[in-house]
């Protein structure tokens, strides 16, 4: 009949969808599940995990420690998103502006950037900042910055946390670059020859006719970095393992040496689910005002 709808895509979309929500919401479920009970190496090898209630939310609240850690937290991903949109539109906006041959080798570069695995980028930076023969350090003293020879990044927090700004910022520009370039060509042409005409700046075009026009892709560009940047773990990890003296741990860090470490796996949970609301809870309203423009 006309009228009857075939279930055939939706038989063929399901097992995509079941395995994603598998995949997505058991971990997430059972680590809420974990954080209510009192859950140590001795419930992880014999189970009955006895329940807790809010003990080990009450603790983590209660102590400075975390309260730390959420601020560099923070701190961490404001600084990473803000770097990344702007230079992300920069890179964009060039692009619009490159004949053909140039435009395909910078997005080419883009591309082949963020496709390099995070493990395999990591270890490069790290390569890259080494104390004695790190190409940085060499760059610097060639320069005539002689109090970088053998500079040790890190060994010290700030230097540290600067070059997992740079390494991130470095990942996440290529994706957002070419996500906002590609927002850019469906903006008609003729607005902008319009506003030449009028006498327009290249800051009065982009104020008054890019950014109103691409408001909801810059918004959800920022909203999809804020989630990349904080939960960020890896990178953090493998350079630096949250040292030195915690400089460089934020709350995926900081749950992850709660479990390994102290085998605090209820506590760890804890932290992973706080993490998640508060993620939940500041993308909440930027993406309702997104979906009601």
């Not at 609240?61 to 730390?68: D, I, K, P, S, T």
């Not at 709350?251 to 932290?271: E, T």
Request: proline residues 4%; charged residues 15%; positive net charge.
């Amino acid at each position: 009949m006309r009228g009857t709808r075939s279930p055939w895509p939706y038989l063929l979309i399901a097992p995509t969808v079941a395995g994603g929500a598998f995949l997505l919401l058991y971990p997430m479920l059972k680590a809420a599940v974990i954080s209510f009970q009192h859950f140590r190496m001795g419930e992880l090898i014999r189970g009955g995990a006895a329940f807790a209630g809010l003990d080990n939310y009450a603790e983590l609240l209660a102590g400075e420690e975390f309260w730390r850690v959420l601020w560099r937290t923070l701190g961490w991903t404001a600084i990473n998103v803000v770097l990344i949109v702007v230079l992300s539109t920069g890179v964009a906006l060039m692009l619009t502006r490159l004949r053909r041959g140039l435009r395909l080798a910078l997005m080419s570069a883009l591309a082949l950037a963020w496709a390099t695995p995070i493990i395999a980028a990591t270890t490069v930076f790290q390569w890259l900042f080494q104390s004695e023969l790190g190409v940085v350090n060499w760059l610097l003293v060639m320069l005539g910055f002689d109090s970088f020879r053998g500079y040790p990044w890190f060994a010290d927090g700030t230097a540290t946390f600067a070059v997992l700004v740079i390494l991130v910022v470095w990942q996440s520009v290529p994706f957002a670059a070419l996500t906002l370039y590609a927002g850019l060509t469906t903006i008609p042409g003729e607005l902008y020859e319009s506003a030449r005409i009028d006498g327009g700046t290249g800051r009065q075009v982009f104020w008054k006719i890019t950014l109103p026009m691409l408001r909801q892709l810059f918004a959800l560009v920022a909203s999809l970095e804020v989630i990349w940047v904080a939960k960020c773990f890896p990178q953090i990890w493998v350079l630096s393992q949250g040292g030195p003296d915690g400089a460089t741990t934020t709350l995926p860090v900081y749950a992850f040496k709660i479990a390994r470490v102290l085998h605090r796996y209820d506590l760890g949970s804890a932290v992973a689910m706080l993490t998640v609301v508060i993620l939940a809870v500041a993308l909440v309203s930027n993406l309702r005002r997104m979906v009601r423009q």
